[in-house]
């Protein structure tokens, strides 16, 4: 997630220097041209330019906007993992705490809690294409993680172990039926909510829609020059560049935002959310040696 837009904005221009590159040639050798040989007689109606350049801004805005959406979906299905990971243990932690607490007990529910962490942190990693079981120790058992090392699906398998526990508290008596309905509820949130992480994440923009807006814009920028020709050339360039790259800066922003799981600097902070559980997680179970909260690296959270 962005937190000083200053610098990306300017690393984002600077990602532009190369598809600019052979625009500000075809500008530059078309406006010398032009002051050369006068290309009046070659003027391309700029009427039609407008249509075209209508026609693509109105693509960009529903590719924006499109990007926009799947950005903010993964932010909110990750707001829901918080608020839902904090009432996993919440709810362990009192359906357990008015009984006879034995060690046993209070051991499971601290493990169970401590799981949770570690699938946020797994399912963090496994939507990017990394390891998921990076940063998992000292949250889950050493035997535990050797476990996970076979799974082709790391964090739908962790959810499964909580499942497989949970109905343990309920045979040993640890928690009553309701208790294991409510907590049982709370783990088929989170399974939704990974599917829908998973979804956005398997589900990419259509590849055909976007070489349609490039060479729209491409083809604008063909003929925009040939549309400018009896204004000056100092304002042909500046209005050839300023328009392309106008147009290049959008389709690149939508870019950024329709992927929110890809190590952009525009994804979902989802490690920075994942030790934020684990901190309250931590806080809720009593502990007092709490890790260090993730900060923004260059004006970037991740």
Not at 136 to 152: F, I, K, P, T, W
Not at 191 to 200: A, F, K, L, P, V
Not at 208 to 215: I, K, N
Request: aromatic share 12%; proline share 5%; glycine share 6%.
């Amino acid at each position: 997630m962005i937190t000083d837009t200053s610098r990306t904005t300017w690393r984002m221009v600077g990602e532009l220097w190369w598809p600019m590159l052979p625009i500000i040639g075809y500008v530059l050798v078309v406006s010398w041209v032009d002051l050369a040989y006068h290309l009046e007689v070659y003027e391309f109606p700029i009427s039609i330019l407008g249509v075209l350049g209508t026609l693509i801004g109105l693509l960009l805005a529903f590719r924006t906007n499109s990007s926009y959406d799947r950005w903010w979906e993964a932010r909110t299905l990750w707001g829901a993992i918080v608020n839902d990971s904090r009432t996993w243990t919440r709810q362990l932690v009192t359906f357990t705490s008015g009984r006879e607490e034995s060690a046993d007990s209070w051991s499971a529910v601290r493990q169970m809690s401590l799981r949770q962490a570690a699938w946020c942190y797994a399912l963090s990693r496994n939507l990017r294409g990394q390891d998921p079981l990076v940063g998992m120790e000292g949250l889950v058992n050493s035997y535990e993680l050797e476990r996970y090392r076979d799974a082709q699906n790391v964090p739908n398998e962790i959810l499964h172990r909580q499942g497989l526990e949970l109905r343990e508290l309920k045979a040993q008596g640890e928690i009553e039926l309701y208790e294991f309905v409510e907590l049982e509820r709370t783990l088929m949130r989170l399974t939704n909510s990974m599917g829908g992480c998973e979804r956005i994440k398997n589900t990419p923009f259509p590849a055909l829609y976007s070489r349609m807006v490039h060479g729209l814009i491409y083809g604008f920028v063909i003929f925009l020059p040939f549309g400018l020709v009896r204004v000056p050339t100092p304002g042909l360039i500046f209005i050839s560049l300023a328009l392309s790259f106008g147009f290049l800066l959008v389709d690149h922003v939508a870019i950024y935002l329709q992927d929110p799981f890809s190590s952009r600097p525009s994804d979902t902070p989802t490690l920075a959310l994942s030790r934020t559980i684990e901190i309250n997680i931590r806080q809720m179970l009593g502990e007092t040696q709490l890790p260090e909260k993730i900060e923004p690296i260059n004006g970037v959270l991740y």
